[in-house]
């Protein structure tokens, strides 16, 4: 028997016409608020350690979130807090606040940092944290899982090409897409006196229901099925439930129709027929993981029981050398600075378009004759440098070099700001000298594995594509097979931070718009597999006897910088500057 305590709190930040979080777009700014966000926490206690969970109606984890969510709960708890043992998660709604990272690159359309959304996360973090806690009882906890039927119209992979490049796979047609990904939910179920009180879904498709052209805060499918449930429940007399509605393998499983005549359906959804839509696709998710918690105690449900551990792991994506196991026969396999090829600018067919075609074209040819400038002369200074960022990089297309803040090998600030309001915001901070020791993305990234009894919960702190995400728990899985009683794998992505997507190695190849937003180049996925596979190594050690870095962390960020990125009442000026030119 654990102890369990569980709570949501609002996240209040009052929509005041900052830019969201998630698809990039200058316009798609928040004046309303649809449904409320929230914050929900679950705390779980065995004899000696406490495992907390909690997953946020937002885009994305930050490092900002994060860091500060460990300084505040490490003052209110003191020892009895270890921060390997806290998972944070994010439900990727691309309706939630922007501007929540100390990071340049993602706050540029908020515009810039914005300390107040921050503040409010937090603030609602440690609250539900704290409830939670204070609510502990005794709490029997359960594991299921529910495949969606082929015919319910809930997730369809939106990368179809790049899919069936993978050697494992049934290959598809257009036809098929919904069946190009993982069907199943994963479900931890909390229970007293034989009833279901609350529970933890993970299942992995975009909340991207609503589209870029919205103007307020809402939940998206996720938030909605976690409301659904949390109805339910208090109608079943359940007092105070809560339900979080996690992702697993999101990376290329979209909730809009992928296939032929996809961009004609997906733009017959306008408007209040969005929300609409949204509700739905998270009425398929909520319907799903009641009917497998509530009609099969304890039939196909498998109690919990043993130790709760950790550990997490921070490391530095950028500069990993691949072991020969993952390296697909090539030697000297390395990843490189994180770079954004043209593909990650021209966005996604149905979810997100990006910059028009004739921009990416243009984009194409001059990072080709780049490509072509930096390779031809073996005598430059650069070459072996380029050398090896190509070798890392592949056939991706290299418009942004994120590590080095260039764009085709000049620094940032130089493309004129009259091509795009977000060319201009970029210029203004570069001119400001908000940009010259921040990072415009994070490289040093938390990898993290936690155990509830059987059952380990690979955390991944980026987009993983399905296969990418199955690879990782095979891998996982190899390690604690015969060697530990631990049964199940499953992972849950958009943990602890944001690197961009993490895509196989011939997914990469096809360089949609996935591989062009899998930074560290075409071993992002060798890396990760290496580094989960020494951390689940680890796991398996008496605590006293493990030999892995917790010391890495990310370089603090300079205060005088993130000022000058911070929008304390600069938004009208941004905005109305932004939309002039």
Request: glycine share 8%; with cysteine; charged share 20%.
């Amino acid at each position: 028997m654990y102890q369990v305590g569980w709570d949501k709190q609002q996240i209040k930040i009052t929509p005041k016409g900052y830019a969201m979080f998630g698809y990039g777009q200058w316009s798609h700014r928040a004046y309303e608020q649809r449904t409320a966000l929230f914050a929900r926490s679950f705390s779980i206690v065995d004899q000696q350690h406490r495992l907390i969970i909690c997953c946020l109606d937002l885009g994305c984890i930050t490092h900002a979130i994060r860091s500060q969510t460990v300084a505040r709960l490490t003052q209110i708890l003191d020892s009895r807090f270890d921060e390997n043992q806290l998972v944070l998660m994010a439900t990727h709604t691309h309706s939630g606040p922007g501007g929540c990272g100390y990071e340049a690159l993602y706050n540029m359309p908020t515009p810039g940092f914005v300390p107040e959304h921050l503040n409010a996360i937090v603030e609602a973090l440690v609250q539900s944290i704290q409830n939670a806690i204070a609510s502990e009882q005794d709490t029997e906890i359960f594991l299921g899982t529910q495949h969606f039927p082929e015919q319910t119209p809930v997730a369809w992979n939106r990368s179809i090409k790049a899919y069936n490049r993978n050697p494992e796979v049934q290959p598809r047609t257009e036809a098929e897409t919904h069946l190009a990904l993982n069907r199943e939910m994963q479900l931890i179920g909390f229970y007293r006196e034989q009833q279901l009180q609350s529970f933890i879904s993970l299942f992995g498709v975009h909340a991207t229901c609503l589209g870029n052209s919205l103007n307020a805060y809402d939940g998206d499918n996720k938030g909605y099925a976690a409301v659904f449930s949390e109805q339910a429940l208090i109608e079943q007399g359940i007092q105070n439930p809560v339900t979080i509605f996690a992702q697993a393998t999101a990376g290329d499983v979209s909730p809009h129709f992928h296939g032929k005549d996809q961009l004609k359906i997906r733009n017959k959804i306008k408007g209040e027929q969005e929300y609409q839509y949204a509700q739905q696709n998270g009425r398929y998710q909520s319907e799903l993981a009641l009917t497998a918690l509530q009609s099969n105690i304890p039939k196909n449900l498998h109690k919990v029981e043993g130790k709760i551990d950790a550990v997490l792991s921070y490391v530095d994506l950028s500069n990993i050398e691949i072991p020969d196991e993952f390296a697909a026969g090539q030697k000297h396999a390395k990843t490189s600075q994180p770079c954004h090829g043209t593909a990650f600018f021209a966005g996604t067919p149905v979810d997100g378009l990006g910059a028009p075609k004739v921009l990416i074209k243009g984009m194409q040819f001059l990072a080709d004759q780049f490509r072509k400038q930096k390779t031809k002369h073996s005598k430059a200074v650069d070459f072996a440098e380029y050398q090896q960022l190509y070798a890392s990089q592949g056939p991706k297309q290299i418009l942004l070099e994120a590590g080095t803040k260039k764009i085709l090998g000049q620094p940032i600030g130089f493309p004129p700001s009259m091509l795009d309001p977000l060319i201009a915001e970029m210029n203004r901070q570069v001119k400001a000298g908000a940009i010259q020791q921040s990072p415009l993305v994070p490289s040093v990234v938390p990898l993290q594995i936690v155990r509830l009894g059987q059952l380990a919960l690979i955390c991944c702190p980026g987009e993983f594509t399905t296969i990418a995400g199955q690879r990782v728990v095979e891998t996982v899985q190899q390690v604690f097979l015969n060697q530990s009683d631990i049964e199940r794998v499953w992972l849950a992505s958009y943990c602890n931070d944001y690197m961009g997507y993490v895509t196989t190695y011939e997914e990469y190849q096809q360089q949609a718009y996935e591989g062009g937003h899998t930074l560290f180049g075409q071993w992002t996925l060798a890396a990760c597999q290496s580094k989960f596979k020494d951390l689940a190594k680890q796991l398996l050690l008496e605590k006293n006897k493990r030999h892995y870095d917790e010391m890495t962390r990310p370089q603090p960020i300079p205060e005088n910088e993130l000022a000058k990125r911070s929008n304390h009442g600069n938004l009208k000026t941004a905005v109305s500057q932004g939309e002039a030119v």
